[in-house]
């Protein structure tokens, strides 16, 4: 879809409009952004889901046998779930769109969007008067009503330091008051977009509340520091090191004076502005899986002709639940895919294809590369065959 297009999941905005006025500056409630919608699953099998090994799982009670805002992490089992009460929990679901293919299909609406800023989508279950307290995210997220309904309120935006209540496992304001007319209740297929550190919070109308988040990578600036420098270090020679050659004599030995500090300053700034290692250093920290052991590698080497036969034959790969991809072009003839977290060299036209949503088939063996590339990304386990997934 055109840019330009009016688009309903956006309440008429184009995807220009939108990115230009509200995206990380206001919030936007949009009635109706999913026409007639139906929610993936059903409040009983988030909870099944959360039973699961393996998958993050979180209860929240407001009202908890050990004290206000008691936080439990799963999984968990039919008996947690018969004993609480009958108001006043949460039940959150990080990832649904790794498991459930209908949910991760949603993130094809969010096309204006990078995808390697998309990061997941949350379900939370909230029983009557549930909640997890007024709050804030510090990244952008679209909440979608699933099923039921949810009273949001917002607060708008706070700084860094306000005050949360000490104590629990939550990041609760300890003051919230409503700005303006920021008051609505939200019915399934309603939508409210947030930017970052915009106070909200959320409460259950009914008792079959359901309300999908989709959030968005954004790391932190201490992340990103930390981890640009340790990417580069590990490229760096040991030779690279403090130089003061020239320097004039120091008026006192003992003083670390400007002029060494400056030097230090240099060879810091120095090193970290480059910006070919700093595209791949980003490529690969945005790509990373955010849970890795889903991504299950082979036990045997993949044989590329085996590969190629297996296409021809009409069989077809598919990218793993939580893989993910982007790609950025070094010259007119070389790219670099970043998959789950590694970077491989390729012709551009393959290394758009993988990043893209179309499918994994045969004509793909027309690009360059493009076999031993499948092989790899099968062996890596961030693609599987499609037969395989289906049996899962």
Not at 42 to 64: F, I, K, T
């Amino acid at each position: 879809m055109s840019n330009d297009t009016p688009r309903q999941l956006l309440g008429g905005l184009t995807a220009t409009e939108f990115l230009r006025d509200f995206w990380q500056r206001k919030p936007l409630l949009i009635r109706g952004a999913f026409a007639d919608f139906e929610c993936p699953l059903d409040p009983d099998e988030l909870a099944g889901l959360a039973c699961e090994e393996g998958v993050e799982a979180r209860l929240v009670e407001e009202h908890g046998a050990d004290g206000p805002w008691q936080v439990r992490h799963g999984p968990f089992d039919e008996r947690t779930f018969a004993k609480l009460p009958e108001r006043a929990w949460t039940l959150l679901v990080q990832a649904v769109d790794h498991y459930v293919p209908e949910v991760g299909e949603l993130l094809e609406h969010f096309d204006f969007l990078p995808r390697w800023r998309l990061d997941d989508i949350m379900i939370s279950y909230a029983s009557p008067g549930g909640s997890v307290g007024p709050h804030v995210d510090q990244y952008d997220v679209f909440l979608l009503q699933g099923s039921g309904t949810r009273r949001w309120q917002l607060g708008g935006r706070v700084a860094d330091d306000a005050p949360i209540i000490a104590g629990i496992d939550l990041r609760i304001l300890e003051r919230f008051a409503v700005e303006g007319d920021d008051d609505w209740v939200l019915e399934p297929g309603d939508m409210l977009y947030l930017p970052p550190a915009w106070a909200h919070h959320g409460v259950s109308q009914s008792d079959d509340c359901m309300t999908l988040s989709v959030g968005f990578r954004a790391p932190s600036a201490d992340e990103a520091i930390t981890s640009f420098a340790d990417y580069l270090g590990e490229q760096l020679p040991a030779s690279r090191r403090y130089a003061d050659a020239g320097m004039a004599p120091p008026a006192d030995p003992a003083e670390l004076d400007d002029a060494a500090v400056a030097r230090m300053r240099a060879l810091i700034l120095d090193t970290l502005d480059d910006p070919a290692q700093m595209a791949q250093w980003f490529g690969r920290v945005m790509t990373q899986p955010k849970y890795v052991d889903q991504l299950v590698p082979a036990e045997a080497p993949t044989d590329v002709e085996a590969l190629v036969a297996a296409l021809q034959d009409g069989e077809e790969l598919l990218r793993s639940p939580g893989s993910r991809f982007a790609w950025r072009a070094l010259d007119d003839d070389r790219a670099t895919l970043f998959a789950d977290g590694d970077g491989i060299d390729c012709e551009p036209t393959l290394a758009r294809a993988l990043a893209s949503d179309i499918p994994l088939d045969a004509g793909l063996l027309e690009l360059p590369g493009a076999a031993e590339l499948l092989a790899a990304l099968l062996d890596a386990g961030s693609l599987g065959w499609a037969d395989d997934f289906a049996e899962e």
